[in-house]
């Protein structure tokens, strides 16, 4: 059983940047790669980003695209989310999941480990 463990969430102004980690608590990361996850105060769970790291692809939600980037340090077993030019829009408690599946998808219920999240806040 892996256990994702976020980090790296904080008070920013808008249009700065922070870089959330997410690392495994327990065994390490298949290769079915991560994906991020986010929930806005009194709004459902939305998907952010995944990736997959032996040619599963990676995917990004419309309003990230451009914006958020999704990498891994191997030897660190550590996935990141480099989130830039962060907009009032992208506060929210931020997951990390590992999937149950061999290609990048936005779907949470094809994610079977979650971690506790990490808040991101943007002030204006």
């Known amino acids: 059983q892996v256990q994702p463990v976020e980090s790296g969430g904080g008070l920013v102004q808008a249009g700065g940047s922070l870089r959330l980690s997410c690392a495994p608590s327990?065994?390490?990361?298949?290769?079915?790669?991560v994906g991020w996850f986010r929930q806005p105060p009194g709004k459902e769970r939305e998907f952010v980003a995944a990736?997959?790291?032996?040619?599963?692809?990676?995917l990004y939600a419309d309003s990230v695209k451009g914006r958020f980037t999704i990498s891994r340090d191997n030897a660190k077993n550590t996935v990141y989310l480099q989130m830039n030019s962060l907009e009032p829009e992208d506060p929210a408690l931020y997951y990390c999941?590992?999937?149950?599946?061999?290609?990048?998808?936005?779907?949470?219920?094809?994610?079977?480990?979650w971690g506790q999240g990490t808040q991101v806040t943007v002030s204006s």
């Open positions: 990736s997959v790291w032996r040619g599963g692809g990676t």
């Open positions: 999941a590992a999937p149950k599946v061999r290609y990048a998808t936005p779907t949470p219920q094809l994610y079977d480990y």
């Open positions: 327990g065994r390490a990361f298949s290769t079915n790669g």
